[in-house]
T-cell receptor
Framework: GDSVTQMEGPVTLSEEAFLTINCTYT??????LFWYVQYPGEGLQLLLK?????DKGSNKGFEATYRKETTSFHLEKGSVQVSDSAVYFC????????????FGQGTRLTINP | EPEVTQTPSHQVTQMGQEVILRCVPI?????FYWYRQILGQKVEFLVS????????KSEIFDDQFSVERPDGSNFTLKIRSTKLEDSAMYFC????????????FGQGTRLTVV
């Protein structure tokens, strides 16, 4: 079945460090891929998405590229800030029109000043 | 900015009791969802709801669970006869169309069964 595997957390970095959170997926069809973020006390928010191979999603300085050959959608940011501290979830939608998202387990990111 | 709101933020209940988790989706949205996350595990889909009926449910969503939209604004998840393993964070979500558009999630209700 469809599944998402994320890098184990927690991840702790210093401000202005480079961030990578790995995400790989297994899917039988042609999924869309997403990164959601959950700030403390808030709901899951869509951070970025990509709907087909080689698409790059970007938002708030974060980027992720849909790599079909490696079945990956790694999240990157060149210079993190304290305000980026949150839990990050990689997810896939198995096909267009699907009802449900398939999530990874989430990665807790803490940025120290 | 419109948002999905969930109440309560934390609920503690005794094993065997019934609980109702409440959600107010974004007002013009048509699709509604419940997900849960057991501590340390993945966020799991429970159920989707459209046009006043369940459109899809997972194997987790057995007869112990039910959903309804009682008054056109609230969307509730009822868990009958709670078990210890029902302890989890429950997320409600809504979307204007099917899930390939942006789904908006609530902040979650942490359910603790003791």
């Amino acid at each position: 079945g469809d599944s998402v595997t994320q890098m184990e957390g927690p991840v702790t970095l210093s401000e202005e460090a480079f961030l990578t959170i790995n995400c790989t997926y297994t899917a039988t069809g042609y999924p869309s891929l997403f990164w959601y973020v959950q700030y403390p006390g808030e709901g899951l928010q869509l951070l970025l998405k990509a709907t087909k191979a080689d698409d790059k999603g970007s938002n708030k300085g974060f980027e992720a590229t849909y790599r079909k050959e490696t079945t990956s959608f790694h999240l990157e940011k060149g210079s993190v800030q304290v305000s980026d501290s949150a839990v990050y979830f990689c997810a896939l939608l198995p096909f267009q029109g699907a009802q449900k998202l398939v999530f990874g387990q989430g990665t807790r990111l803490t940025i120290n000043p | 900015e419109p948002e999905v709101t969930q109440t309560p933020s934390h609920q503690v209940t005794q094993m065997g009791q019934e609980v109702i988790l409440r959600c107010v989706p974004i007002s013009n949205h048509l699709y509604f969802y419940w997900y849960r996350q057991i501590l340390g595990q993945k966020v799991e889909f429970l159920v989707s709801f459209y046009n006043n009926e369940i459109s899809e449910k997972s194997e987790i969503f057995d007869d112990q669970f039910s959903v309804e939209r009682p008054d056109g604004s609230n969307f509730t998840l009822k868990i009958r006869s709670t078990k210890l393993e029902d302890s989890a964070m429950y997320f409600c979500a809504s979307s204007a169309r099917v899930m390939n558009t942006e789904a908006f999630f609530g902040q979650g209700t942490r359910l603790t069964v003791v």
